[in-house]
């Protein structure tokens, strides 16, 4: 990230938050302010993750509503404990 594209923004929160984040800071030998950028880096990674983990199920989901292809419990269950001891399996082909 270059200098050029840092834009300060101003957060409002209470005492309380204020001191709990400094106290950590303080723990941590860093600022208040790495503190809390890296507290939003980290948040919008990981909500960035379960976003696209929701479009990748509702994607499936209507994959499967549209063609009816799927594999069962059973047989996701089989090619997981088959990967868990050391096979290396294909995984099970979907089926109408």
């Known amino acids: 990230m270059t200098t050029a594209t840092v834009r300060p923004v101003a957060i409002k929160i209470d005492e309380d938050t204020k001191a709990r984040v400094k106290r950590l800071a303080d ?5 208040s302010h ?3 950028r890296e507290a939003i880096s980290q948040y919008v990674e990981r909500e960035e993750k379960r976003e696209a983990f929701r479009q990748d199920t ?11 292809l799927h594999v069962t419990a059973a047989e ?5 404990a088959q990967l868990e001891q050391g096979h290396d399996v294909e995984p099970p082909e979907c089926h109408a």
């Open 34 to 36: 790495w503190l809390m």
């Open 76 to 80: 996701a269950d089989n090619w997981l």
């Open 58 to 68: 509702l994607k499936a989901w209507e994959d499967y509503r549209t063609t009816g």
């Open 27 to 31: 723990a941590r030998h860093r600022t």
